[in-house]
Nanobody, 128 residues
Framework: QVQLVESGGGSVQAGGSLRLSCTAF????????MGWFRQAPGKEREGVAT????????YYDDSVKGRFTISQDSAKNTMSLQMNSLKPEDTAMYYC?????????????????????WGQGTQVTVSS
């Protein structure tokens, strides 16, 4: 069983930065995939960034490329999302996701259905 706990959300003005963290409780770092999704009110949950924890390969949605960076600290079972140059359209609930399946061969961010484990979410609000 895996439990994911997010932290680091908050409110910031456009152009600012936030860093989200996700701590995994359970043996998730055994050839696994972790990622961040977000969901704005009235919209579908969409993939933001993912990381293959085996080879370190990363994937980003086009809307965040060059602004967001996903990283992992295997020793601490922690994954982070550094978000820079934030825009009002980045406002959403951000969710940490994980799965034991390998995602290094995906050409882009794996779909929501790829992931079996989810955190409770952390709110990010960007004001203009």
């Amino acid at each position: 069983q895996v439990q994911l706990v997010e932290s680091g959300g908050g409110s910031v003005q456009a152009g600012g930065s936030l860093r989200l963290s996700c701590t995994a409780f359970g043996s998730i770092y055994s050839g696994d995939c972790m990622g961040w999704f977000r969901q704005a009110p009235g919209k579908e949950r969409e993939g933001v960034a993912t990381i293959d924890t085996v080879g370190g390969r990363t994937y980003y949605d086009d809307s965040v490329k060059g602004r967001f960076t996903i990283s992992q600290d295997s020793a601490k079972n922690t994954m982070s999302l550094q978000m820079n140059s934030l825009k009002p359209e980045d406002t959403a609930m951000y969710y940490c996701a994980a799965d034991f399946k390998y995602c290094g061969s995906w050409p882009s961010v794996p779909t929501r259905t790829f992931f079996s484990y989810w955190g409770q979410g952390t709110q990010v609000t960007v004001s203009s």
